[in-house]
């Protein structure tokens, strides 16, 4: 049973325009939310996070949606460039957890010149 | 500042062999974790610490074991290596509070 699920697989994307990932979750006591991107050949890096007590986080370009009664939340990128072309994972912690993290399956954003 | 570092990148392994994947930090963080990554799949947590001479088992820790002698090493072994255990496996350290996980590069391991 995921407890993060990632249901889209891959989104492409022109330059320019917005890109949006989706992430549901099924865990009441996920108390933060993380969105991490990576490159092949490459670790996970943190992109940007939101709390539970938040509904929006912003940073540059990157903006983080979360919708606590439907436990869903959204990743925005805008404009979207080529760079971004990577597989973003949401992740997130649970209350009193020791920073361990459940992870969800992964989207591959490409984005076409 | 080199982060996490992982040895090795690439491993291929028969059965029933046994091996350490390797893992250290510079950044004198407490917290420090492994998880391995199946094709398609998200990261699964295998094993972890909150401190030297402290570990905990995480969601997938068969066949795995782990030791934390010091703050920078975290060390991963195998002792009878099984073809479920091919994946990309991950270590990842983070501060104190709600800082993130920092991972490294990972290393590629294929059982046959």
């Known amino acids: 049973d995921q407890q993060v699920k990632q249901n889209s697989p891959s989104l492409s994307v022109q330059e320019g325009r917005i890109s949006i990932l989706n992430c549901d979750y099924t865990n009441s006591m996920f108390d933060y939310f993380l969105w991490y991107k990576k490159y092949p050949a490459e670790g996970p890096t943190f992109l940007i996070s939101i709390s539970s007590i938040k509904d929006k986080n912003e940073d540059g370009r990157f903006t983080v949606f979360l919708n606590k009664s439907a436990k869903h939340l959204s990743l925005h990128i805008v404009p979207s460039q080529p760079g971004d072309s990577a597989v973003y994972f949401c992740?997130?912690?649970?209350?009193?957890?020791?920073?361990?993290?459940?992870f969800g399956k992964g989207t591959k954003l490409s984005v076409k010149p | 500042n080199a982060g996490v570092t992982q040895t090795p990148k690439f491993r291929i392994l028969k059965i029933g062999q046994s091996m350490t994947l390797q893992c250290t930090q510079d950044?004198?963080?407490?917290?420090m974790y492994w998880y391995r990554q199946d094709p398609g799949m998200g990261l699964k947590l295998i094993y972890y610490s909150v401190g030297a001479g402290i570990t905990d088992k995480g969601e997938v820790p068969n066949g795995y074991n782990v030791s934390r002698s010091t703050t920078e090493d975290f060390p991963l072994r195998l002792e009878l290596a099984a073809p479920s255990q091919t994946s990309v496996y991950f270590c990842a350290s983070r501060g104190t509070g709600g800082s993130p996980l920092h991972f490294g590069n990972g290393t590629r391991l294929t059982v046959t």
């Open positions: 992740a997130a912690k649970e209350v009193r957890s020791q920073g361990n993290l459940i």
């Open positions: 950044m004198n963080h407490n917290y």
